[in-house]
């Protein structure tokens, strides 16, 4: 069934190089669906919110939106986008930490009124420029093992949550929950399981003092696989957030996520073609026509390691693979096992939907990978 499935995707590669030459961004329309499907029948409780800044292609809103389900937004040009594209304001969450006044105001002015924040200078911020608006406390939860930290930089100490409503109360805002991302790509289920845990006991505190709380929003980082040798946690990770769901968030709790790589991570591969060739220090090196400042800027910025194939087969060896700039930061990898390569022969990465093409630049004057919808 696996080898099936290589034989066509290899097949769909070749047929498009011919006509698109490359670099290739291809995106999955059916895996894009097939992945918010999952998310939905995995999770029956959580209200996704696909995370725009994953990968803001318009197809892809354009199907997420299409298929009824919510965003987070993090600027004016993302929410923008959104509202150009028919998305209600009800439907946005504007989750990124920390926001401009400017991005307040847009978001004030556009009745996108649901944000998160995580500390008091925030919150005076939004009373000044979106009054009014519902807020979520973000909480700072373990992100042990993830591979993006994100509370290393955002997230409010638990303690302070409560202090924190109080104010937002006294500042005419409404709290209306918590908030807490354990990090992209958890792999730690125990994670969940404590912001979980931590979160329960905010809701509870509220509770006794008298604000009502209505939504947890549990945030990203649910896992996909990157590697083929790699298990996939996401069934597990989503059953045992179910059980601690209910068994601490009552039915009139409103669950929502802000998921990302795990909706549009496999709906992406990326193919590159070989265009230099050269043997150093022992070492066959090949010159990709994509690279780190392309679509795979994720090996910077989301730290994420990919699985390198080729269409090609024969006796491996250990090869760098590297990208087309005249910078020597450009080096995929060093330590690829592949068979030899010829200059024009595909090298092709798969799961790299997310934080890929999001981040690609034009740097060298070569621009981004040329995106090709596929069913
Ligand atoms: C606030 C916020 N929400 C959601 C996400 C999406 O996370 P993931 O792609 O791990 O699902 C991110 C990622 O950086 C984020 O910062």
Redesign the pocket.
Known sequence: MKAKSNNNIKKIIENLVRKHNTPLFLISKNKLLSQLKRFQTLLPRVKPFY?V??NSHPFILKTFADAGIGF?V?SIQEMKTLLDMGVAPDRMIF???VKTPEALKFAASNKIDLM?FDNEYELNKIARYAPGARVLV?IKVPNVGSM?E?SLK?GAEPPDAIPFLIKAIRLGLKPVGVSF?V????THIENYLDALEISSIIFKDAQLKKIPLEILDI????PIKHFDYEKDLFAQTAGSINKELNRLFPENIQIIA??????C?PAGILVMRVIGKSIRNNKHWYYLDDGVYGSLSGIVYDHCKYQYKVLKKGVTQITTLAGPTCDSFDIISTSEELPELDIGDIVYVENIG??SWATATNFNGLPPAKVVIIP
């Open positions: 995370a800044k994953s987070d993090a989750a990124n930490t998160t973000r993006v994100l955002f991302h990090g992209s790509q958890n945030g990203g980082g649910f802000e998921p990302g790589r795990v909706l991570g997310a934080y």
